[in-house]
Nanobody, 121 residues
């Protein structure tokens, strides 16, 4: 019903920047919260940043001041601007969205397939 597709990952040197995008498509009626999670090698998935429909944001302490989450509701897209990247930011980054579809009565959570971000030292 709903697909989330991330883009923008890659390999970057420490101190560099990347901008991730995640576009939602399908039978979407409305999207509430959207967020970015990451999962490093041997670690559990953790919240990086989240944003409500009206633009309220929250960040993991480890990325605060370096990453910025934003969204374009008209495009059903969420972004993650990552600056001053560190090797410890290396992970697979996943897009997440709470979505109600045209024929549903409640909210469902959807995940993207993930995009690899590798930061070299």
């Amino acid at each position: 019903q709903v697909q989330l597709v991330e883009s923008g990952g890659g390999l970057v040197q420490a101190g560099g920047s990347l901008r991730l995008s995640c576009a939602a498509s399908g039978m979407i009626a409305s999207i509430n919260n959207m967020g970015w999670y990451r999962q490093g090698s041997g670690k559990q998935r953790e919240l990086v940043a989240a944003i409500t429909r009206d633009g309220t944001t929250n960040y993991a302490d480890s990325v605060k001041g370096r990453f910025t989450i934003s969204r374009d509701n008209a495009k059903n897209t969420v972004y993650l601007q990552m600056n001053s990247l560190k090797p410890e930011d290396t992970a697979v980054y996943f897009c997440n969205a709470d979505v109600t579809t045209i024929r549903s009565y409640g909210w469902n959570t959807y995940w993207g397939q993930g995009t690899q971000v590798t930061v070299s030292s």
